[in-house]
C-alpha cells in the first residue's frame, strides 16, 4: 500500500534560517506528490505539488523537487519568515486509488524572531 | 466567504451520544471527503462521495456514516460516539473535472471531545 513518513517535529528555527523538512514515500505506480499547509486554527491548503520525476513544485520560496530514485519529496526554503509557522503535510496520490490523497503524520515549524 | 465550510468548529459530547458535522461548500466540485486528524497520524480518510449517488468507505469508515444530500452538501455522523472519536475533522472537495483534479480543497475544521 501508500504510504508516507515525514520527520518529527517539532522543528523549531530562528527568523531567516534555512528550511528542510524530509518527506519519503512508499508507492504503488507513479504518483504524484503534495505538500499542504496549516496555519494555526486552518484547515489544510495546498502548497506545492509535483506530478512526475525530476518535477519542482514551488511556491511562497517553498521548493520540493520529485525524486524518484530516493522515493522523496523534501520541503526546503532558503529563509524562514515568523508567518512560515505552521504544520506541514506531505501527502501523495496514485492513480490507482482515485482521488486517494495519503497523508504524512505532519511535521510543526516554529519560526522564533 | 468561505468556499468550504464545517459545522460546528467545535462540540463537546458525551460516549453514546449520536452527532452529526456538517459540511457545506461553494466550489461546485463533485467530490467529497471527510478526513480525521490526530497528533503525529496526519489525515486519515473516513469516507468519501464522487457524486450524490457514489459514497464509498475510507481507510477507517467504522464507527462513521455520512449523507450526501445534495452535491453541496456532505455530512459526518457519529452514530453513537465514544471517547476514541476525539479529533479534528475536516471536510474537502475536489473537481474531477478540468486540469486541477489532483487539488483537494479543505475546510476548516471541526473540534470534536467526546467526554
Known amino acids: 500500500g501508500n504510504s508516507v513518513t515525514q520527520m518529527e517535529g517539532p522543528v523549531t528555527l530562528s527568523e531567516e534560517a534555512f528550511l528542510t523538512i524530509n518527506c519519503t514515500y512508499t508507492a504503488t505506480g507513479y504518483p504524484s506528490l503534495f505538500w499542504y499547509v496549516q496555519y494555526p486554527g486552518e484547515g489544510l491548503q495546498l502548497l506545492l505539488k509535483?506530478?512526475?520525476?525530476?518535477d519542482k513544485g514551488s511556491n511562497k520560496g517553498f521548493e520540493a523537487t520529485y525524486r524518484k530514485e530516493t522515493t522523496s519529496f523534501h520541503l526546503e526554503k532558503g529563509s524562514v519568515q515568523v508567518s512560515d509557522s505552521a504544520v506541514y503535510f506531505c501527502a501523495l496520490r496514485t492513480n490507482n486509488a482515485g482521488n486517494m490523497l495519503t497523508f504524512g503524520g505532519g511535521t510543526r515549524l516554529m519560526v522564533k524572531p | 466567504d468561505a468556499d468550504v465550510t464545517q459545522t460546528p468548529r467545535n462540540r463537546i459530547t458525551k460516549t453514546g451520544k449520536r452527532i452529526m458535522l456538517e459540511c457545506s461548500q461553494t466550489k461546485g466540485h463533485d467530490r467529497m471527503y471527510w478526513y480525521r486528524q490526530d497528533p503525529g497520524l496526519g489525515l486519515r480518510l473516513i469516507y468519501y462521495?464522487?457524486?450524490?449517488?457514489?459514497?464509498n468507505k475510507g481507510e477507517i469508515s467504522d464507527g462513521y456514516s455520512v449523507s450526501r444530500q445534495a452535491q453541496a452538501k456532505f455530512s459526518l455522523s457519529l452514530e453513537s460516539a465514544i471517547p476514541n472519536q476525539t479529533a479534528l475533522y475536516f471536510c474537502?472537495?475536489?473537481?474531477?473535472?478540468?486540469?486541477?483534479?489532483?487539488?483537494?480543497?479543505f475546510g476548516p475544521g471541526t473540534r470534536l471531545l467526546v467526554l
Open positions: 509535483a506530478t512526475k520525476a525530476d
Open positions: 474537502a472537495t475536489s473537481d474531477s473535472a478540468g486540469g486541477n483534479q489532483e487539488t483537494q480543497y
Open positions: 462521495s464522487f457524486d450524490v449517488k457514489d459514497i
